[in-house]
């Protein structure tokens, strides 16, 4: 605890604050102060100062409002830390750049500050007023309220004036940067896709209609987008000797030797003769899963893919009759034709009344007019595809309401639109798949993090030395797949690849998840160019985005595969979380509670919301940190911005 010798101006003061404690000897647990927000040449800082007793009644009497009790921390002074070479109380001071986040706790009686450093000091409120505290800091300290814990304060770090400079250069926006860049933040908080997606669609503008942007300031836009405007960011480890006491569950990492990969050749795409092979005289697929194979091997011949795209996406039952489609059309024809009425006849005033219905609204008509507008499908003002596209989104959100319509959904239906050139077959083949992907779309983000912890947890099986690189490049949260993941590397291939690459993973063989095992194999690829290279966070991310349009889909699909041959040749070897993984029964079927499956990607570790009465019950191959009776880790802010 170092002493400024200058006079520092106070901008905020509390009168009535208790400070006990690790920071106070046991004999003066009841020393009392004030609790001041102090401005210094060196910066703000939040501290508490000691008064005289008679002073110190007074106060008492007119406004006990705080009291700071049980101040621990890791470091273990000579003497104890908040008291001078004599034992009396001093100063406790803890600065705004070394704060890290501030939770408050039992109904905002208790207030824990965290440091950067790992330092935690808990507070508790006598007249439950942490709110107070919470709102006075708001005019002095940038922070955001966790996605995943409504009671944790994440400190935002000040936006880079070099990195404000380079929105500005980008020429994207037309209000002041500064202030755009802190909105981004804010939307980010709560809208996370939408404001992701309309950042990149003003990139996609500048890239294909304008001047391409120079080198520098398109790594300054990947630096603004992925380190300046993290929300939530890394949480220390936390131990608090109280009641509620913390505790710090180690993790080890898997160790397993796994055989060598085995080459798997890819083979012949499913033709039209094969097709028709295996219908029966009515109509019937008659062996499904043969189907099935031979796509996963080879996809489909493009001139036959309207047809197998139906039964692939659940819009046809595979052991449905020719008739029975026939009439299976005409039904949903007119479902379709219901649904789109109903958006199409809605009154001004009735949008005027239904803001998440105009909001989606807003978000379609201004992603129709961006999506694949390079295709020759979609080339041109005034086109009808469009127009196409436009309703069958906007049907969408009358058939889904509750997930409506998310950006990146245009993604998924645009090739779909494009093959079936039907937009009753298009719509229910777009359902077809979003039932598939829903969950990327999640508002909170779970199903994403979801994946992400899933795709850390395979690569740390199959490749623990580049598991452990990209872990100490801040990277081991695998937020630079997002874009792969979130709209099924849409963007990393070109039109005919990824239909092709589609067809293959809707037949869901070899395994479940086999998505991320195609991402392993991307990142097996790269693995040398990283390591080599030494390559930090910005690089794996610009590297990773420069991927796109310039992957082999096919060696990577064999490389995948023979991923999966890796890990079923030991699979009585693998633990229980990586079997759940790609479909495979659990070893212990007991151990499933323990499994975090349902766990937020972060590399390390895993947050649950401690206020939530069935909160998930978390032992993950990242670590966590248990609270009492639930369960609390810390997770690493989800970075939106490799879209």
Known sequence: MFEPTEQGKELWMQTGVELRGGSIREDEVHSLGTLNIVEYSFGKCIEWKPIEDSVVLENQAQDPEWSLVDTHTRRTPTSPEGTDSLGRTRTVRILFTDLHSFRINHKGQQLIFIQKDGTTHVAFFQLSNAESFVNSLKGFLRFVKSRTNRNLYIIVDEVPSVLTKSFAELDLFPENTSDYVWKFVKNLQ????????????????????????????????????????????????????????????????????????????????????????????????????????????????????????????????????????????????????????????????????????????????????????????????????????????????????????????????????????????????????????????????????????????????????????????????????????????????????????????????????????LCIAILDTERSTFMENRYGFTEILKHINDLSLNIDLSAMLSKAEGIYCQLMSVADQLPDNVRTIIGLEPLNKTSLTNIATNGEASGHNVEANTNDSNSRRNSTESGNVKFGDDEVSFERGLNLSHM
Request: hydrophobic fraction near 40%; charged fraction near 25%.
């Open 190 to 517: 709560n809208r996370p896709y939408e404001t992701t997606l309309e950042a990149f669609s003003k990139l996609a503008d500048i890239w294909l209609y304008k001047e391409p942007a120079k080198r520098p300031v398109e790594e300054a836009v990947a630096d603004i987008l992925n380190n300046s405007l993290s929300i939530d960011v890394p949480h220390p480890p936390v131990s608090i000797s109280s009641g509620e006491e913390y505790e710090v569950i180690g993790v080890h990492e898997l160790s397993l030797t796994l055989p060598p990969r085995r080459p798997c050749p890819r083979g012949l795409p499913l033709s039209p003769e094969q097709w028709k092979k295996y219908k029966d005289p009515e109509g019937r697929i008659i062996n499904p899963q043969a189907v099935k194979e031979i796509i996963f091997h080879g996809g489909v011949v493009p001139s036959l893919r309207f047809k197998v795209w139906k039964f692939l996406l659940n819009y046809y039952p595979w052991d449905s009759t020719r008739i029975e489609r026939l009439n299976y059309k005409k039904k949903k024809t007119d479902e379709y034709y219901k649904m789109k009425l109903q958006w199409r006849s809605m009154t001004s005033v009735q949008e005027n009344n239904f803001s998440d219905y105009r909001d989606r609204k807003s978000l379609i008509e201004k992603d129709v007019n961006r999506t694949d507008r390079t295709l020759p499908y979609y080339l041109g003002d005034n086109n009808p595809h469009l127009v196409e596209l436009y309703d069958i989104l906007m049907t969408y959100v009358m058939y889904n309401f509750d997930l409506g319509y998310v950006q990146g959904m245009s993604d998924l239906l645009s090739p779909i639109l494009c093959l079936m050139k039907s937009e009753v077959d298009a719509f229910w083949s777009f359902v077809g798949f979003m039932d598939k992907v829903s969950t990327n779309f999640d508002i909170d983000q779970a199903g994403m993090k979801h994946q992400l912890c899933q795709l850390y947890t395979l690569l740390s099986t199959i490749d623990p030395q580049l598991a452990h690189y990209l872990n100490m490049q801040d990277s081991g949260n695998m937020f630079f797949c997002f874009r792969w993941l979130l709209v099924l590397f849409k963007r990393e291939f070109n039109a005919l690849d990824i239909m092709k690459l589609w067809e293959i993973l809707w037949t869901g063989l070899p395994c479940k998840n086999f998505h991320l095992l």
